[in-house]
């Protein structure tokens, strides 16, 4: 089983070509507003370095959000092409999972700008409750209400953050994959108004 794994939807581009559970070749690289104009590039690189080609992938993950606008849709859409002209099958993630991984109990804030947070508890790579938005002042009382590994944009509140290793967590959270039976139906996840996303 080759699987491409790819995210795009915040701060940074994560690739990775993966035979069974085995990375052969992956990127993870900060690439804010420029995910578009590097992802065929690193795309590329990639498949040639696992000596594979886009016909050879079995199936495709990705996440769906929450992120950035424009962020989310560059990683979909070409997920969504791939596996509607090469009858490839699609999965999605949440970004927040993501970054959590299979910590044990783990909790991600994300920049959403306008004094604003998407946040989520996790366990073993699973959600606990929903994703939502907090603003800046509440989230304090988020971390107070479910003690755990901070992920993510920490600094808005002064925390430190543990580096997410994005490429070992896309594998390893297999069992949380979602598999998309309607390709042209998917859509970001998004939790606020368009226009706020646009950043």
């Known amino acids: 089983m080759i699987s491409l794994c ?5 701060k940074n581009l994560i690739l990775g070509v993966y035979k069974d559970k085995e990375l052969l070749a992956g990127v993870s690289i900060e690439a804010f507003k420029k995910q578009s104009e590097t992802i065929f590039v690193e795309l590329n690189r990639i498949l040639e370095e696992a000596k594979l080609d886009y016909a050879d992938i079995d199936r495709v993950v990705i996440t769906d959000g929450p992120g950035s606008y424009t962020g989310i849709r560059i990683a979909m859409t070409i997920a969504k092409v791939l596996c509607t002209t090469m009858h490839k099958e699609l999965y999605c993630i949440s970004t927040m999972q993501l ?3 299979k910590e044990p109990m783990a909790n991600v804030i994300l920049d959403a700008r306008s004094k604003r947070a998407y946040v989520a508890h996790c366990e073993n790579g699973k959600i606990i409750g929903q994703t939502t938005i907090l603003n800046v002042e509440e989230l304090d009382d988020f971390l107070n209400s479910c003690p755990g590994t901070l992920f993510g944009d920490g600094y808005l509140i002064g925390k430190e953050t ?11 959270l297999e069992d949380m994959y979602r598999k998309v039976d309607n ?3 998917l859509v970001p ?5 368009s226009d706020a996303y646009k950043v």
């Open 189 to 193: 996840q998004y939790l606020k108004e």
């Open 6 to 10: 790819m995210d795009s939807a915040y």
């Open 162 to 172: 543990k580096q997410p290793d994005y490429l070992k967590n896309f594998i390893e």
């Open 99 to 101: 970054y959590a991984g």
């Open 183 to 185: 390709i042209h139906a």
